[in-house]
């Protein structure tokens, strides 16, 4: 009796476990914004965390990330900046992008 109960609750775990264990790759919870730092600020955000990370390559650039958490009430965005410098500090390149914290959504065209 014992052992056929046993049986049964391995069969199952065996048979369903899977099915929660491999995270879905399409799955995201954060969604691009086209609010910037400023806008965050002005509707009442306040910056809750910051990192900052260098990246120093053989060639001689540098790749600075800066990643921003800012919170207003239940409304949470995370900005990163990423910065490309030469060896004489010139930036080469500069992007910014703010998303949003959501239910989590299935990723696909136009997401």
Known sequence: MVKNKLI???????????NFLFANPNSDQWLDSDKTY???IEEGF???GYAMNTIETDS?????????VLQNENDIYE?????????NMETLDMRI??????????RGIGT
Do not use: A, H
């Open 79 to 87: 900005c990163q900046e990423y910065q490309t410098l030469d060896g």
């Open 46 to 48: 306040e910056v809750k």
């Open 60 to 68: 001689g650039l540098k790749l600075l990330l800066f990643v921003t």
């Open 8 to 18: 049964i609750l391995l069969f199952s775990l065996y048979t369903f476990l899977p």
């Open 97 to 106: 992008v703010c998303r949003q914290l959501v239910q989590p959504y299935e």
């Open 38 to 40: 400023k806008d965050l």
